[in-house]
C-alpha cells in the first residue's frame, strides 16, 4: 500500500534555474498540500488543493512558486527562478477529506541552491 | 508560522524522564493534531484531540486541548531514546480546512 511518494529525493540546482518536484499522494485522498521546511521557519504552507481545486496559494510564496494538480494521483510543485533562499526540504502530503483529518506526508525532497 | 505560538524549541533529557511540549494558537480551534518526524522522513500523526475530549492518551503519549486557552500539550511519560524527534502540533482552519503547522519542538533523549 503506497504512502505518499515525492521524487526526486535530492535536488541541486543553480540560481536562476527553474526546477520541478513531483509527488503522486495517496490513491483516493482528495486533498492535497505542499509545505517548504526550513530549521527556523518550520512547516509553512505553500498550496492546497481539494480535489484538484486550488484552495491555497502560500501568499508571500506566489511569485516564483507554482503548485498544480493535472489529475488526482499527481502534482508538481515548479520553482521559477531559484535562489539560494530557496534551499529547504519541500514535503508533499495527502489526506482523504471530510471528516478525516489525519495528514499523510512523503519523505521529502531535499532542495538545495548554490 | 500562521499559528501555533510553539516557538523553535529544541529539549534535551534523560531517558525515563517526562516531557511536557506546549502549544497555543490565536484562533479557535476543535481539532488539533500532533505529529512526531524522524529524521530524513515526514511527520506522522501520533495523535489527535478534539475539543470535546479535553484529554486524550495513546500509550506513554498523553494530549490535551484546552479551548478556553486555547492551548493544546503534549506529554510523554518515561521518555525513552526513540522518543527522540521533532514533535509539531498542527490544526485545521475552519474555512478552508486547510492544515497548519507550529514551528516544532526538537526532543533529544539521552541514555
Known amino acids: 500500500d503506497a504512502g505518499v511518494t515525492q521524487t526526486p529525493r535530492h535536488e541541486v540546482a543553480e540560481k536562476g534555474q527553474t526546477i520541478i518536484l513531483k509527488c503522486e499522494p495517496v490513491?483516493?485522498?482528495?486533498?492535497l498540500f505542499w509545505y517548504r521546511q526550513t530549521k527556523i521557519q518550520g512547516l509553512e504552507l505553500l498550496s492546497y488543493?481539494?480535489?484538484?481545486?486550488?484552495?491555497?496559494d502560500g501568499g508571500a510564496f506566489k511569485d516564483r512558486f507554482k503548485a498544480e494538480m493535472l489529475n488526482s494521483s499527481f502534482s508538481t510543485l515548479k520553482i521559477q527562478p531559484t535562489e539560494p533562499k530557496d534551499s529547504a526540504v519541500y514535503l508533499c502530503?495527502?489526506?482523504?477529506?471530510?471528516?478525516?483529518?489525519?495528514?499523510?506526508f512523503g519523505k521529502g525532497t531535499r532542495l538545495t541552491v548554490v | 508560522s500562521q499559528w501555533g505560538e510553539e516557538n523553535l524549541q529544541a529539549l534535551s533529557i534523560q531517558e525515563g524522564e517526562d516531557v511536557t511540549m506546549n502549544c497555543s494558537y490565536k484562533?479557535?480551534?476543535?481539532?488539533v493534531h500532533w505529529y512526531r518526524q524522524d529524521s530524513g522522513r515526514g511527520p506522522a500523526l501520533i495523535i489527535l484531540?478534539?475539543?470535546?475530549?479535553r484529554e486524550k492518551r495513546s500509550g506513554r503519549l498523553r494530549a490535551t486541548l484546552d479551548t478556553s486557552s486555547q492551548s493544546s500539550s503534549l506529554s510523554i511519560t518515561a521518555a525513552q531514546c526513540e522518543d527522540t524527534a521533532v514533535y509539531f502540533c498542527?490544526?485545521?482552519?475552519?474555512?478552508?480546512?486547510?492544515?497548519?503547522f507550529g514551528t516544532g519542538t526538537r526532543l533529544q533523549v539521552l541514555p
Open positions: 498542527a490544526r485545521g482552519w475552519s474555512n478552508t480546512n486547510k492544515v497548519v
Open positions: 488543493f481539494r480535489s484538484k481545486s486550488l484552495m491555497e
Open positions: 490513491s483516493g485522498h482528495n486533498d
Open positions: 484562533t479557535y480551534t476543535t481539532v
Open positions: 502530503a495527502s489526506r482523504l477529506g471530510g471528516r478525516v483529518t489525519e495528514v499523510f
Open positions: 484531540i478534539r475539543s470535546n475530549e
